[in-house]
C-alpha cells in the first residue's frame, strides 16, 4: 500500500513533468485550453437559470411563500427557487477564483501544473456533482457549495495552472502564448451553452427539467478532458530556451527583466499595484459593458432594430421579442470579441510591448466610451456595435496581456503565484463593474431620463475609469535591482525549477511526433470552432 502511494505521489510531482529533449513545446498550448474551455463554462452558467427557477413546478414556478426567511429558503424543497438566488452561484464563480489563485498560487509553483490541473478537475467536476445531487434534492446551499465555493476554487487553479508553464515554455513569444490559453477561458461558454441546451432538451421529461442529468453528463465528459489537459502538461528542464532566441537581458528593453522577484516581495512592489490598478480598472469598465450590452442595445435603439420608428417603451410584448433576439445575437458577437481580443491582443502586445498595449487599451478605449452616447444618437447600429465589439476585445486582451506583463516586471520563476494574486483584481472588478453600472442606470431612469439616454453618463463615467487607468499604466517603471532573487537566496525549488535534476541548456529542435500535435489541437480546435460557428449563427440576425 505505502509503495503504491508513494508510486502515486511521485507520478503527481513537479519532477515527473520535465519534458524529455524530444518534446514540443506545441503540446502544451492544447492541454491548457482542454482545461480552460471547460472551466470556462463559468461564464455560460446562465443558461440554467430559467429551468432551475421551474425545477419544482416544470412547467411553471412555484413560488416559496413571502414569508420564507433566508435560511429556510436554502433548504425548501417544495417551492421553486427565484433567478436571483441562483445568480449568486455566478458571484461565487468569481470572487472564489480571484480568491484560490491569490491563495494558491505560491503551492501551485511548487507542486507543479499537473498536480494543479487535477485539483482543478476535481474541484470543478466534483462541485457539479454536488450541484446535481443539490438539484435533484431540491436543496440551494448544496449549489452555491457545490458549483459555487468547490467549483469556484477549481476555477482559480485551473485558470493560473497552464500560465507560469507556458511562459516559461514561450519565452520569445509570452503574450501569444498565454493569449491561447485565456482565449479558450473566453470560448468556454460558446461550447458549453450550447451543450447544456442540447442535453437539457435530451434529459427533460414531465417531472424532471433535466439539469441534474446534464450536470452530471458534464461533469463526466469536463473530467475526461480536463485530466487529459492536466497530465498533458510539461515543464521545461531549467534554463531551456528556444533554438535562436536572444534571452532579454541582451536586448535593449528595459521593460522586460531576466532577473525573478520573490512573490512576497513583488506583491510589496509599488509595480505590483500599479498593474493591479491598471487590470482592475480594465475590466470594471468591461465588464459593466458586458452586463449591460443587450438591455443597452434594446433601449437605446428600440423599434429601430425591427424597422419601427418608435421607442422601447411603447413596443408590444412581440416586437419586444424579436428585438431580444437580435440583442441575443449582439451578445454573441460581442463573446467572439472577447475571444479574439484575447489572442489577438495577447500576441500583439510581443512586437508593441505590454506596457503600450496596456496604454493602446486605455486611450481607445477612453474615444470609445465617451464616443457610445453620440454613436448611439445617431441611430446606426454598426458604429454601435463595431464600437462595443473593440471595447470587448480589449476587456479580453486585458486578461491574456497581463500574465506577460508579469513575467516582463518579476522574471518567470513565480510569475503564476504573482499573477495568481493579481486576480483580486478581477474580484474587485466583478463586484465594482456592476454596481456601478447598475445603480448609476436606475438613477438616470428615476430622474426621469428616457431609456435611449439613460447610459450616457455611465459611459462617460467608464471611461473616466480608463483616464485612472492610463496614469497607473504611465507611472510603471522597472522593477528596482533591490528586489531581484539571487541565486543563493532563491529557495532550492526555485533554482532547480523543483525538477531535483540538474539544469540545464537545451535548444535542440523537438523530435516529438507532428501527428501527435496535430490531434491534441484537433481535440480542442474542432469544438472551440463548433462553438465558434453556432456563435456566429445566432450573430448573423444582426444583419437582417
Not at 509553483?109 to 462541485?127: D, F, H, T
Not at 480536463?226 to 515543464?235: D, E, S
Not at 437605446?300 to 418608435?310: A, E, K, T
Not at 481607445?364 to 458604429?383: C, E, F, I, K, Q
Request: proline share 5%; net charge positive; hydrophobic share 55%.
Amino acid at each position: 500500500m505505502s509503495v503504491g502511494l508513494a508510486a502515486d505521489s511521485r507520478f503527481l510531482s513537479r519532477e515527473r513533468t520535465v519534458a524529455a529533449p524530444s518534446f514540443n513545446r506545441w503540446l502544451v498550448p492544447p492541454a491548457a485550453l482542454a482545461i480552460h474551455l471547460c472551466i470556462g463554462m463559468a461564464y455560460g452558467f446562465s443558461v440554467f437559470w430559467l429551468p432551475l427557477s421551474r425545477a419544482v413546478g416544470i412547467t411553471q414556478p412555484i413560488a416559496c411563500p413571502a414569508e420564507m426567511g433566508f435560511l429556510a429558503g436554502l433548504t425548501a424543497a417544495n417551492c421553486d427557487w427565484k433567478i436571483s438566488q441562483l445568480g449568486w452561484m455566478y458571484t461565487l464563480f468569481f470572487v472564489l477564483l480571484g480568491c484560490s489563485a491569490a491563495v494558491w498560487g505560491g503551492w501551485l509553483e511548487r507542486a507543479g501544473p499537473r498536480k494543479a490541473g487535477l485539483v482543478s478537475a476535481l474541484c470543478w467536476c466534483g462541485g457539479l456533482l454536488i450541484s446535481a445531487l443539490g438539484v435533484y434534492l431540491h436543496q440551494l446551499w448544496m449549489l452555491w457549495l457545490g458549483s459555487g465555493v468547490i467549483g469556484g476554487i477549481g476555477l482559480g487553479l485551473g485558470y493560473i495552472s497552464p500560465v507560469s508553464t507556458l511562459i516559461k515554455w514561450f519565452p520569445d513569444r509570452r503574450g501569444m502564448a498565454t493569449g491561447m490559453a485565456i482565449m479558450g477561458f473566453g470560448g468556454g461558454a460558446m461550447i458549453g451553452a450550447p451543450l447544456a441546451d442540447w442535453l437539457m432538451r435530451q434529459f427533460a421529461s414531465p417531472t424532471s427539467v433535466g439539469v441534474w442529468q446534464t450536470f452530471v453528463a458534464m461533469a463526466l465528459i469536463y473530467a475526461v478532458f480536463m485530466t487529459a489537459g492536466a497530465l498533458g502538461y510539461r515543464v521545461p528542464p531549467e534554463d531551456w530556451k528556444p533554438a535562436g532566441w536572444t534571452p532579454p537581458a541582451t536586448t535593449k528593453s528595459a521593460m522586460v527583466s531576466s532577473k525573478n522577484v520573490d512573490l512576497d516581495v513583488a506583491t510589496r512592489t509599488p509595480q505590483f499595484w500599479l498593474i493591479w490598478a491598471a487590470l482592475c480598472l480594465n475590466v470594471s469598465a468591461g465588464i459593466g459593458v458586458i452586463g449591460m450590452a443587450s438591455p443597452m442595445l434594446q433601449e437605446v435603439f428600440g423599434g429601430h432594430l425591427i424597422g419601427l420608428d418608435l421607442p422601447f417603451g411603447q413596443l408590444d410584448a412581440g416586437q419586444k421579442a424579436q428585438i431580444a433576439a437580435i440583442a441575443a445575437g449582439f451578445t454573441g458577437l460581442l463573446s467572439l470579441c472577447n475571444i479574439g481580443g484575447r489572442f489577438l491582443w495577447a500576441t500583439s502586445s510581443d512586437r508593441l510591448g505590454r506596457k503600450l498595449t496596456f496604454a493602446i487599451f486605455f486611450l481607445l478605449g477612453m474615444v470609445l466610451y465617451a464616443a457610445v452616447p453620440t454613436l448611439a444618437g445617431l441611430g446606426t447600429t454598426l458604429l454601435f456595435v463595431l464600437a462595443m465589439g473593440v471595447i470587448i476585445s480589449m476587456y479580453g486582451g486585458g486578461f491574456a496581456t497581463v500574465p506577460a506583463y508579469l513575467a516582463d516586471m518579476f522574471g518567470t520563476k513565480m510569475v503564476g503565484a504573482i499573477h495568481g494574486r493579481l486576480l483580486t483584481a478581477w474580484a474587485t472588478a466583478g463586484i465594482l463593474g456592476p454596481v456601478l453600472v447598475n445603480y448609476l442606470r436606475e438613477y438616470q431612469l428615476a430622474a426621469g431620463l428616457p431609456n435611449a439616454q439613460a447610459y450616457n453618463q455611465t459611459m462617460y463615467i467608464l471611461a473616466g475609469l480608463l483616464v485612472l487607468g492610463l496614469i497607473c499604466n504611465l507611472l510603471v517603471r522597472p522593477v528596482a535591482a533591490r528586489h531581484h532573487m539571487t541565486e543563493a537566496a532563491a529557495p532550492a525549488a526555485a533554482r532547480s525549477g523543483a525538477t531535483g535534476i540538474r539544469p540545464t541548456t537545451r535548444t535542440a529542435e523537438p523530435t516529438t511526433s507532428s501527428a501527435l500535435v496535430v490531434l491534441a489541437w484537433a481535440a480542442v480546435g474542432l469544438p472551440l470552432a463548433a462553438g465558434v460557428l453556432i456563435t456566429l449563427q445566432k450573430a448573423a440576425i444582426l444583419l437582417h
